[in-house]
């Protein structure tokens, strides 16, 4: 194929690509402007339609540009040169776009559903990204500084007036007032020169955030106001001032914001300056671009491997019977592969497991489970591995792990923040540490309720503990819809062999849920067991679990804060 020849073809197919990626960004801001009118009407199902709506909206883009370039590549659709070809076109095509990684990326899962890729094809795909952008600096052009002239209550009202929502404000003045006097333990009023904030909020669930800094002469502080809508009017519910807090707010365990930004680099990288220890691919994800935020997790782990010497490892913890599981020691990440047979009693197929994750996928988070990456075709250097965890895979998952030559080929793996084990962390922890870690594990309990999930396998192990100190549940394959269970009391034996039966005397379905159970096999016992019944006793009570189950068909949204309840300035206002 001579290039004159070829010029045209590559141009044409690279306008159809872009046209497609064009579609997709602008379905994506249509849907993060409506949000902002969902939050104000207090249309709470129709923020969760959307928020399902956006996670295809990548998908249908992708498989709407490959129908075109079917039709105009015809038998060079598989033809490596003229994707070659194609891939130079595009990149002059957005190439002066702020949005360019995003492009990129769009490009690259094109071309791998051509060629169905093992590894990385440099030959085709964007590796690296062309862009290469530096990182960005102040000023912003996303925020805006409200320089401080009076009383900071003063300064606090021209940032939430600028938010620019049409529905009315509960009470402004004293929120602004609340606001000023919460900024004290952090920074000495007095000394805030000014407010910067993001012009757009963030949306999700029943919330939305105003997200800045606070700047004074000797540094700046972060600054999140979480802001509800009481009844059609608007409050200012909490203030945050830390990291931490700030950092649990864009959560790996947690659903995805929606905010209009035009400038993604731009906004990650001012999102860092609030944040410095999350991941990249952490904040892209948090701002809904997680096909984005999955490259950049892929790069850093090559880049990782690249830096170090490292091997993959099997996972600290108890044996997984349904994942084999292993890690590098200095990447905060777990790599999951499912097994080829599972043990008894679990009775999942591969399907089910995959099922299990693609509700997460969709639903929303509540802070309680943690955000899992699906990676097809990777390929890894055989030595990179220790023989032992490669003697597992190749035994116990070789229906999707191989070794070609010198390299090792997985054909599907998920990825997860690696966490502590609850049950590794409570062998250690000190005595205040472990209760306050059993306390939080029965509310993540009762947080999965609230939104429809029941975890199934409630063992300890399962849930992992956050550098916050926060639970969340990781082990999908028992995970269902609490909707789809049935929660039962234990019945009463009537004496004689009913008492003294090895197996159950009454009738179990499988859908059948015995709370009173939930106690024998948590494993917790003495102060931690104590700890637990005190605070949530109600988790053994099959009337618990029937209510949440009113609540859901009722089509209740619930409210699960992803902030401390110290840091709410009007919790009254419920």
């Known amino acids: 194929m001579n290039r004159s020849a070829a010029s045209p073809l590559a141009h044409e197919a690279a306008e159809v690509i872009a046209e497609a990626f064009l579609g997709y960004r602008s379905r994506f801001r249509t849907l993060s402007r409506a949000a902002r009118q969902h939050f104000q009407h207090a249309d709470w199902h129709a923020m969760q339609r959307d928020s399902s ?19 105009i590549l015809g038998e060079r659709f598989s033809d490596r040169p003229t994707w070659t070809a ?46 290469a952008p530096a990182e960005h600096r102040p000023p912003w052009s996303h925020t805006r500084v409200h320089e401080r002239s009076g009383p900071l209550a003063e300064a606090f009202r021209e940032v939430l007036l600028g938010a620019g929502f049409d529905a009315p404000w509960d009470d402004l003045e004293g929120d602004c007032a609340r606001l000023a006097e919460a900024v004290k333990p952090h920074l000495t009023p007095g000394r805030v ?121 099997v996972a600290p913890g108890k044996r997984g019977m349904v994942m084999a599981v292993f890690v590098l020691p200095g990447f905060d990440v777990v790599f999951k592969v499912i097994r080829d047979r599972f043990e008894f009693p679990k009775t999942v197929t591969h399907a089910q497991v995959r099922e299990k994750y693609d509700i997460v996928y969709r639903h929303d988070r509540a802070g309680r489970l943690v955000d899992a990456q699906r990676f097809e075709h990777l390929e890894f250097p055989a030595d990179r591995f220790e023989p032992a965890l490669l003697e597992e895979l190749l035994t116990s998952t070789s229906e999707t792990v191989r070794l070609e030559g010198d390299r090792v080929v997985i054909a599907h793996l998920y990825t997860e923040r690696r966490l502590v084990p609850l049950d590794v962390f409570l062998e250690t922890a000190a005595p205040e540490a472990a209760r306050d870690a059993v306390v939080d594990y029965g509310q993540a309990l009762k947080d999965l309720a609230a939104t429809n999930i029941f975890p199934g396998d409630m063992l300890l192990k399962n849930f992992g503990v956050t550098r916050h100190g926060r639970l969340v549940f990781y082990d999908y394959d028992e ?43 948590l494993g917790l016992r003495g102060e931690l067991l104590a700890a637990f019944l005190s605070a949530h006793a109600d988790l053994l009570r099959a009337d618990f679990w029937r209510r949440m189950q009113e609540r859901v068909h009722r089509g209740e949204v619930i409210e699960i804060f992803p902030y401390r309840q110290s840091s709410r300035l009007r919790p009254d206002a419920d």
């Open 479 to 521: 995970l269902c819809l609490v909707t789809e269970c049935r929660f039962r009391d234990l019945p009463t034996a009537s004496g004689g062999d009913e008492e003294v039966a090895a197996e159950p005397w009454y009738f179990v379905d499988e859908r059948d849920v015995f709370p009173e159970e939930f106690r024998a096999f």
């Open 193 to 313: 020169r000014a407010i910067e904030v993001v012009r757009a909020p963030f949306f999700r669930g029943k919330g939305a955030y105003v997200a800045g800094q606070l700047h004074a002469e000797d540094g700046s502080v972060p600054l999140v106001i979480a802001l509800l809508n009481r009844g059609g009017r608007i409050v200012v519910d909490a203030a945050l001032f830390t990291e931490n807090d700030v950092s649990v707010v864009f959560s790996f365990a947690r659903s995805y914001f929606f905010v209009e930004v035009d400038d993604p680099r731009e906004m990650v990288d001012w999102l860092h300056t609030l944040m410095p220890r999350k991941p990249a691919s952490d904040l892209w994800n948090s701002l809904g671009f997680h096909r984005h935020g999955k490259t950049e997790l892929f790069r850093s782990l090559l880049a990782h491997l690249n830096a170090t010497d490292e091997k993959f490892v």
């Open 53 to 71: 709506r956006r996670l295809d909206l990548y998908n249908d883009a992708v498989n709407g540009a490959l129908t075109g370039l079917r039709d």
């Open 86 to 131: 194609v891939r130079a076109a595009f990149e002059a095509r957005v190439g002066e776009r702020p949005d360019e990684e995003l492009a990129e990326t769009f490009f690259n899962s094109a071309v791998r559903r051509v060629f169905h890729t093992v590894g990385v094809a440099p030959d085709v795909e964007f590796v690296a990204s062309s862009a």
